[in-house]
């Protein structure tokens, strides 16, 4: 049974800094494709950042520059590394995994089979 565990939100003042963290199990292949999204309020779901078996990443462009994804395979974890936050990021983020080598689209959320259960990012102005 597949898992995804995050952790590492919270709340901060614009201009601060969280990384979340998103443990794994449960997949044993190395053809895992995983991605950050996020649900503000009102909003629709978005991918924020995607990282590709082949190591390939991709950001949304409203975090390029403040965000970085990254995993530790030998502790399977995905990180998120947010900085130079804004109110706008506000929301849950999600991590979510896929058995596959490369997505189509990596920032989109139908690619994705398993989803985590979420933690809340709130950032004040």
């Known amino acids: 049974q597949v898992q995804l565990v995050e952790s590492g939100g919270g709340s901060v003042q614009s201009g601060g800094s969280l990384r979340l963290s998103c443990v794994v199990?449960?997949?044993?292949?190395?053809?895992?494709?995983?991605?950050?999204?996020?649900?503000?309020?009102?909003?629709?779901?978005?991918g924020v950042a995607a990282i590709d078996s082949d190591g390939s990443i991709s950001y949304a462009d409203s975090v390029k520059g403040?965000?970085?994804i990254?995993?530790?395979k030998s502790v399977n974890t995905l990180y998120l590394q947010m900085n130079n936050l804004?109110?706008?990021d506000t929301g849950m983020y999600y991590c979510a995994a896929d058995q596959r080598w490369l997505l189509r689209n990596p920032l989109l959320g139908?690619?994705?089979s398993y989803w985590g259960q979420g933690t809340q990012v709130t950032v004040s102005s």
């Open 25 to 46: 199990s449960g997949i044993t292949s190395s053809s895992v494709c995983m991605g950050w999204f996020r649900q503000g309020p009102g909003n629709a779901r978005e």
């Open 70 to 72: 990254s995993q530790d």
């Open 86 to 88: 804004k109110p706008e």
């Open 66 to 68: 403040r965000f970085t």
């Open 110 to 112: 139908q690619e994705y």
